[in-house]
């Protein structure tokens, strides 16, 4: 992992527990496999990973010839395991369970600011410095019976599903690997994509970037969406168009919450950054902070499970990554 990831990430407390289970030297980073001491390479059974690390290539596999396991401390892995890697057969698990909670904590906290109008109110608010009444503003006002569209029964997806439960809200899900009867044990409505963007008063994004998934949401969907409706996207830019995202919210139609776009860091001439009907933060979603110290515990759970010679609870498998993130 990077230098920073790791002053980040493991701190005294962590250290401690990964050190109780595993010979563990806290002063060895690896940034770089070639130039790491290859004899400290050749002992390692595991390798606890996590942002910034160089991929797993078949260089870097044959200076590291005793390795069973991976253990990433974020979520997804595409970065790191090459085909060589799993060519080897090593056992991989991710932080991704761990990193889906403060993702849908944010995707939710957005869906009640979005139905409450709070961004526009408080802007409003602050412009006029005089006493607003927002029903006027937006008569429809309110959480109470709103319809919320989810693409992908994610991780994340289904986060958002349970967070959503104490709330009096209608869910519908699109996610083309989700059955009828999986639908209802989540206690969701699934339907199609079109008519998820056509019903919904807000639609979050949580499918994973595949080819397939490029543009998912183009201009063609969101003309589908209700006027005043918001679209939230924590998951990749990619999976939206930016370019007609952003003539519907110049015009005013819609209204956005998005954490991630397409680039990553938009031209800083984008109208987005001035939208009033627009929140634009820098991947803020995932884990951040003390969050990290989820990451850190689910990776000492993984390895301490790995110790006593039992399955992964967070196992990673290749062809789950066509469909997954």
Known sequence: MSPETKAALLDQRALDRLGATALLDPDLLVTDFATADPARLREAEVLLTGWGCPPLTEQALDLLPALRAVVHTAGTVKGLMTEAAWGRGLTVTSAAEANAQPVAEFTVAAIVFANKRVLTTARAYRETRTQLNPLTLYPGIGNYGRTVGIIGASRI?????????????????????????????????????????????????????????????????????????????????????????????????????????????????????????????????????????????????????????????????????????
Not at 170 to 183: F, K, Q, W
Not at 184 to 192: C, F
Not at 199 to 223: G, I, K
């Open 157 to 325: 997806g289904r986060r958002v599903i349970e967070l959503l439960r104490s709330y009096d809200a209608h869910v519908l899900v699109h996610d083309p690997y989700l059955d009828g009867g999986a639908a209802r044990a989540l206690g969701v409505e699934p339907v199609d994509l079109d008519e998820l963007m056509g019903r919904s008063d807000v639609v979050t994004v949580h499918a994973p970037q595949t080819a397939e998934t490029r543009h998912l949401v183009d201009a063609r969907r969101l003309a589908l969406m209700r006027d005043g409706a918001t679209l939230v996207n924590t998951a990749r830019g990619t999976l939206v168009d930016t370019e007609a995202l952003t003539a519907e919210l110049v015009s005013g139609r819609l209204h956005a919450v998005l954490d991630v776009t397409h680039p990553d860091v938009l031209p800083a001439a984008s109208p987005l950054y001035d939208l009033p009907n627009v929140l634009l933060t820098p991947h803020v979603a995932g884990s951040l902070g003390n969050e990290l110290g989820r990451l850190a515990a689910c990776a000492a759970e993984e390895l301490e499970r790995y110790a006593r010679g039992l399955p992964f609870a967070y196992a990673v498998h290749p062809a789950s990554l066509a469909y997954s993130a």
